[in-house]
């Protein structure tokens, strides 16, 4: 364990081959996204990070509703929450989400990136400085290409990436920049990203 870190962080958590997965989505992401969370099981050892894009005016029930379906506990992010196996948390909206070295959560006003707050680029790439190599970035259907910095980030740390393939996404632009730069290592049918992460998280096995 990194040294820096304070000694009750829980990573690395040795039921796990990674710590923590951190999920973009956007248009048609609701479904892609009850898709995912209902197929893992209640002792899912890793934590979840998930922005979606969201209408700004409105309050979000996207919690609300993927809890109906979902084993793991989903509760929309406040600042200082602390990541834990099992958890899953998703940003507001209007607001960016990060993850830091010591496993809190933060959340920023700071400007729009690629038109939207929160920002999948920002999520990801503070993930992969906290994980580094025991990250996973999922990218799910969505619009524009907000993301594919992102996942750069998350390659050039160790860590692994998974896009959704253009057959199951409702759009395909989220996934397909990401694809586009080189470096997602999976790119699966929406029905296997579920199960290819407790292969990779609970069995340390290849999608």
Do not use: C, Y
């Not at 958590?13 to 209640?42: H, M, Q």
């Not at 503070?126 to 992102?150: C, H, Q, Y």
């Not at 029905?191 to 069995?203: E, S, Y």
């Amino acid at each position: 364990m990194d040294s820096t870190r304070p000694s009750e962080l829980w990573w690395p958590n040795p039921r796990s081959a990674f710590d923590l997965v951190a999920i973009a989505s956007s248009a048609g992401g609701l479904r892609a996204l009850t898709e995912v969370l209902s197929s893992l099981t209640a002792d899912f050892p890793a934590s979840i990070a998930v922005v979606q894009h969201l209408d700004p005016r409105h309050r979000s029930l996207m919690a609300d509703i993927l809890n109906r379906k979902s084993r793991l506990p989903i509760k929309q992010a406040e600042e200082g929450d602390r990541v834990e196996p099992g958890s899953v948390f998703i940003a507001p909206p209007d607001r960016h989400l990060l993850v830091n070295a010591d496993g809190r959560l933060s959340l920023s006003r700071t400007e729009l990136v690629h038109f939207v707050r929160p920002s999948a680029d920002l999520l990801f790439e503070s993930v992969a400085a906290s994980f580094k190599e025991r990250a996973i970035a999922v990218m799910l259907t969505g619009t524009g290409s907000d993301g594919a910095s992102g996942v750069k980030a998350i390659k050039t740390m160790g860590g692994t990436v998974i896009a959704q393939d253009e057959g199951t996404s409702e759009f395909f632009g989220m996934p397909g920049a990401a694809i586009q730069t080189g470096a997602v290592d999976f790119v699966l049918p929406l029905k296997d990203i579920g199960p290819a992460l407790t292969k990779l998280i609970v069995r340390g096995e290849a999608a």
